[in-house]
């Protein structure tokens, strides 16, 4: 099953280990379950932590670009915006939250 993939991918230390997850799972990590799994786990994983979300969609893009599916590379780049969009929301309310901590009355 192509689940136990996901952490190994997310969790590779640098670009070379997660190259060689990729190398040599290619058949695997080709299928549409595999590619759809990754971009559902983006998804997943945007309302809990967006960074998890941006390394799964910049993932879902090299796994895709390395197994020649460039139709889920392309769904990796939205994906990939998707979780830019969620950080930046994110750090504008953590702003806002330090603003009000910072300006509440004593």
């Given at each position: 099953?192509?689940?136990?993939?996901?952490?190994?991918?997310?969790?590779?230390?640098?670009?070379?280990?997660?190259?060689?997850?990729?190398?040599?799972?290619?058949?695997?990590?080709?299928?549409?379950?595999?590619?759809?799994?990754?971009?559902?786990?983006?998804?997943?994983?945007l309302g809990v932590d967006p960074?998890?979300?941006?390394?799964?969609?910049?993932?879902?893009?090299?796994?895709?670009?390395?197994?020649?599916?460039?139709?889920?590379?392309?769904?990796?780049?939205?994906?990939?915006?998707?979780?830019?969009?969620?950080?930046?929301?994110?750090?504008?309310?953590?702003?806002?939250?330090?603003?009000?901590?910072?300006?509440?009355?004593?």
């Open positions: 099953m192509t689940v136990d993939l996901v952490p190994r991918l997310v969790d590779a230390k640098d670009e070379v280990e997660r190259r060689r997850v990729i190398e040599s799972n290619r058949e695997r990590l080709a299928s549409d379950e595999a590619l759809i799994l990754l971009k559902n786990e983006s998804e997943r994983y960074h998890v979300a941006l390394r799964l969609a910049e993932i879902l893009v090299d796994v895709a670009r390395s197994v020649g599916r460039p139709e889920h590379a392309a769904i990796g780049v939205l994906a990939t915006g998707d979780a830019l969009f969620w950080i930046g929301r994110t750090a504008a309310r953590s702003s806002r939250s330090r603003v009000a901590v910072l300006t509440r009355e004593p």
